[in-house]
């Protein structure tokens, strides 16, 4: 399984995940023509993509679902509830396009295995997902205000996570931002501190040289040197030692991060 963080952050979202026999895309929070670009420069060809899987209807997530999906012809995929968002969002799309992932379902796309989980964000269903293939396993879990219990378990056993670390705490409360967002983001439906994913990710990491994707960062109120540089000290603290132990790794919000065997 190779995998690619397209984009990542608060201007749009896209992750391709893959294996020699089936090509997946998680959201498009980017223009048609973005999406292909970025595509193009990891070596894949929009129309060889078997399904678009859909987290949750921010723009950020969706702005080119309904464009990809239609110019070439891609099943996509999301619960019910989110497709009651979606049809008023991306415009029409074919009904042998539409199909269903339901929170905590499991199914077969090709050779990989993809098992959804529901995160706490606010959208109307919002959700993750780890993918399975070869006794691999890789996990998405991003836009959500906490990583609940039954989530850790769920993900943890991954070789690479591609993890929320959406703000720094005091750069958000001196940010420019209405009182009212910056309580969002700081509330269970909003997005994980630098501080809570590093805490968070005490409890899922064995150890085991697992990749950690920093993701989804705050273009406004967040650094990805202090990104870095926060959750590497709150794990060394708990003596996990990063660069042996774990590996931390950027992502990018304009261009993809190179292919990732697994």
């Not at 996509?76 to 979606?86: A, F, M, N, R």
């Not at 705050?218 to 926060?230: F, H, Y």
Request: hydrophobic share 35%.
């Amino acid at each position: 399984m190779q995998f690619s963080v397209l984009a990542s952050g608060s201007t749009g979202n896209a992750i391709y995940v893959g294996t020699e026999r089936t090509s997946l895309l998680v959201d498009v929070g980017l223009t048609g023509k973005q999406a292909e670009a970025l595509l193009q420069e990891v070596g894949v060809k929009p129309n060889e993509l078997q399904a678009i899987l859909v987290t949750h209807e921010h723009s950020d997530h969706i702005k080119g679902v309904g464009v990809m999906a239609r110019r070439y012809g891609i099943p996509v995929y999301t619960t019910e509830k989110t497709w009651g968002e979606l049809d008023r969002l991306i415009g029409v799309v074919p009904e042998s396009q539409r199909h269903l992932l339901e929170v905590g379902q499991t199914m077969e796309f090709g050779d990989i295995t993809v098992q959804s989980f529901g995160t706490s964000h606010d959208a109307v269903e919002p959700m993750g997902f780890c993918m399975h293939h070869e006794n691999k396993k890789m996990t998405i879990a991003t836009d959500t205000g906490y990583v609940s219990d039954k989530m850790k378990e769920i993900i943890k056993g991954s070789d690479a996570y591609i993890f929320e670390s959406n703000h720094d705490v005091d750069m958000l409360r001196m940010s420019a931002y209405p009182w009212s967002i910056k309580q969002r983001i700081l509330s269970d439906f909003g997005h994980l501190s630098n501080e809570m994913a590093a805490e968070a990710l005490l409890d899922i990491l064995g150890g085991e040289a697992e990749r950690v994707y920093l993701a989804h960062l705050s273009k406004e109120n967040n650094m990805m040197d202090l990104a870095k540089l926060t959750v590497k000290n709150i794990l060394e603290e708990s003596g996990l030692r990063v660069g042996d132990d774990v590996y931390l790794r950027e992502t990018y919000p304009h261009r993809p991060t190179r292919m990732e065997k697994l």
